[in-house]
Structure formats: C-alpha cells, structure tokens
C-alpha cells in the first residue's frame, strides 16, 4: 500500500499465476505447459528473426500470421485479431465487447482470471453454479445479460460442453456476445470456430501456449465476425499498437503451418491423458471426464492441499485451489510425458 497510488489501484484482487519454480529437476504438472517441444520449424522461423531487422518495429497488424491463422481456420483475415497471449484477447474483449449496463455470467468455478478482469475494468458480474457433476447447464445462461464468457471445455474441471450446447445458447442469446475461450479444444473437443459465420455475436478465443508448446512466446488470437474484430483492434491501438514482437510472429506463424507437428504432440497427450486416468482411478481418485491437456481428480480419503504439499516434498508440483471450497478436495494435474505421469502415479501409490 502507498499514497502514490491510484484508487483503481488499491481496488485490484491481481490473478495469481501458477508458480514457476526455479529448481531444476522438478516434475512440473502445475500450470497446463504442452510437455513437449515446439516444432523445430518454430525454433528456426526464431532464429532467423535475431537478425538487425530487430531495429525496425514489427508489422503492428501481424499481417502475415493472421492471414496464416485464417487459413488454418477457413476464415478471412478480417475476422482474426491475435495478441501477447489470449489473456491480453480476453483483457481487450472485456473492455470491448462485455462492458455493458447488464452484469456479464461465467460459472462459479472457471478461470479465476474473468473476475480479475471485471475488477480492472469494472464491470458487474454474476457467477453462474456448475451443476453437481461441475457441468455447464445452458439453461442457466438463458438470461438477460451483458455478455457470457467460458471456456471449453472448462477450467480447472477439464469438462467439455457439446458444440450442440454452445449453439444452443446462441440461438438463445442475440443480444449480447458470448466470448468461449478454447484454450485446450485441441485436446479433443470441437470447436465453436465454425459458428462465427452465423452468430454475429460470438468469439472464439485461442492460445498457442498449450496444444502448441509455446507459453513462453505468449502469442494468442480470436476469431469472429469483423465488427467484433474491430472492436478489439480499438482498445488495441489505444493501449499497445506492437502487443506481438517479430519473434512472436515468426515463431507462432510456422507453428500453425506445421499442422502435422502440432497434431502429432497433440495425441500423444491425449493417450497419456488415458493412462493417467486409468492409473489414478485405480488408486481410487474421481477424476472428472477431461478434454483438456489436464486432469481435475480427488481422492475420497484425502484432503487436496495436503497431498498437493505431500507431492511437493517429492519434487512434484501439482494445482490446488483452496476456493471455492467445492473443488478445495481436487487437485488439477497437467498430463505431463508418460515418464512424468509414472512418477506421479508413483508419489501417489505410496501417500495414497
Ligand atoms: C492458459 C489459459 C489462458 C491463457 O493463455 P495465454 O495465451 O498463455 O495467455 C486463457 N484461458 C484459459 C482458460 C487458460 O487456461
């Protein structure tokens, strides 16, 4: 606390991000990283940028990735803003498209950075309960509101809601937009891109940072229809008019292109995914149905931060969360390489 700063300011409840340790030797399953390498066409498109160009601004419209994400994705140019990370997208499309006189809804347990954003920007908001089972129920959603925002399929549950689901609350939902953050759709679900055609008020979220192995070039992007693009290019060029560096553009552009690459680490997290379940309900953990590169499970004769610290003193760094108090049982596993996992499952054997 300090007189110097603003009333904004002594007013924030900052997200919290997971940790990042220093140590070396760490099975690290806290914070959803791919376990795998980038594609070593992303390595090179790198290198190549470290070059005296570094001198010269970058494109500030990210001209040449967007048009490759648009590809990707069979849309037009025109319907893809990207940006340093989907959590700078999703900070620009609270701002843009969810600041209404009406509270926006997103579920009581999710990412714990929507409320982060609604306390910056100031914007009301109403948590919606998951169901008993943690599911989206739609029907919850069909409600006057000044926006939606979820992910799917959902965090820290890892449930995915049907695409059906989704263009049911769509059709249900003209007046307002409706923001699905699909920052692990790769792991299995399908995508509400193909929506954006019809659903004037709908935008897709993406990130590079888990199914493409790149949290630490921090690109990410949305997908909509143009008005909703140009929204978010206004706060944009009102806040950072460069938010990708030329190795962000490089690198994540030849990560999109080498769609073979990023399929292939894809299904292998998909398949340890499997085994981890097996392994972990066989040590008699509930683990809920996951489409996302993480799992969320409990262990009836445990209690969640005890065994997230018992893991911890074996070098093994999983995600609790002590809020809210239902999921205060669980701990959120990333499915990390089968060796990792093996370790995991071993730690786990022997508290278990
Ligand atoms: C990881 C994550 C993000 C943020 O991704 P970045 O692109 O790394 O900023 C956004 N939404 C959800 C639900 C996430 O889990």
Redesign the pocket.
């Known amino acids: 606390m300090s007189r110097y700063w603003s009333a904004v300011v002594h007013g924030l409840t900052p997200y919290v991000p997971g940790e990042q340790p220093k140590l070396a030797n760490l099975v690290k399953l806290n914070t959803?990283e791919n376990p795998y390498g980038p594609s070593p066409k992303v390595i090179e498109a790198v290198r190549a940028e470290a070059a005296d160009t570094l001198r010269l601004y970058p494109d500030p419209n990210s001209d040449r990735l967007r048009a490759g994400i648009a590809a990707y994705h069979g849309v037009t140019p025109e319907q893809v803003f990207v940006g340093n990370?989907?959590?700078?997208v999703?900070a620009h499309a609270f701002m843009a498209l969810l600041k209404h006189e009406r509270a926006i809804l997103f579920p009581d347990i999710t990412?714990s950075?929507y409320p982060v954003y609604c306390g910056l920007y100031e914007i009301g908001h109403r948590a919606v309960p998951l169901t008993e089972s943690f599911e989206i129920r739609v029907d919850d959603y069909l409600t006057p509101n000044g926006g939606i925002i979820f992910?799917n399929p959902n965090?820290p549950t890892g449930r995915l809601l049907a695409l059906g689901e989704i263009e049911r609350l769509l059709a249900g939902n003209p007046d307002s937009v409706v923001v699905i953050?699909e920052?692990?759709i790769d792991f299995g679900g399908d995508s509400a891109v193909g929506l954006v055609a019809r659903y004037p008020q709908l935008l897709v979220?993406r990130?590079?940072?888990?199914s493409h192995a790149l949290?630490g070039l921090?690109?990410?992007y949305a997908i909509g229809q143009p008005h909703l693009v140009e929204a978010l290019n206004r706060v944009k060029d009102s806040f950072n008019s460069y938010p990708l560096d030329r190795f962000a553009q490089a690198g994540a552009l030849a990560s999109i292109e080498d769609r073979a690459y990023f399929e292939s680490i894809c299904a292998k997290v998909v398949r340890t995914r499997t085994r981890l379940v097996e392994e972990m309900e066989a040590l008699g953990f509930e683990v809920l149905p996951s489409g996302a590169n993480f799992i969320f499970a409990r262990h009836p004769a445990q209690d969640g931060a005890a065994l997230a610290a018992a893991l911890r003193d074996r070098s093994i760094i999983v995600r609790h969360f002590r809020n809210p108090a239902r999921i205060a049982p669980f701990l959120r596993v990333t499915v990390g390489t089968d060796a990792q996992c093996d370790a995991l499952v071993a730690a786990l054997k022997a508290l278990c």
């Open positions: 959803n990370g989907s959590d700078e999703l990412y950075f992910p965090a953050d920052a692990y979220t990130t590079l940072s888990k949290a921090r690109v990410g």
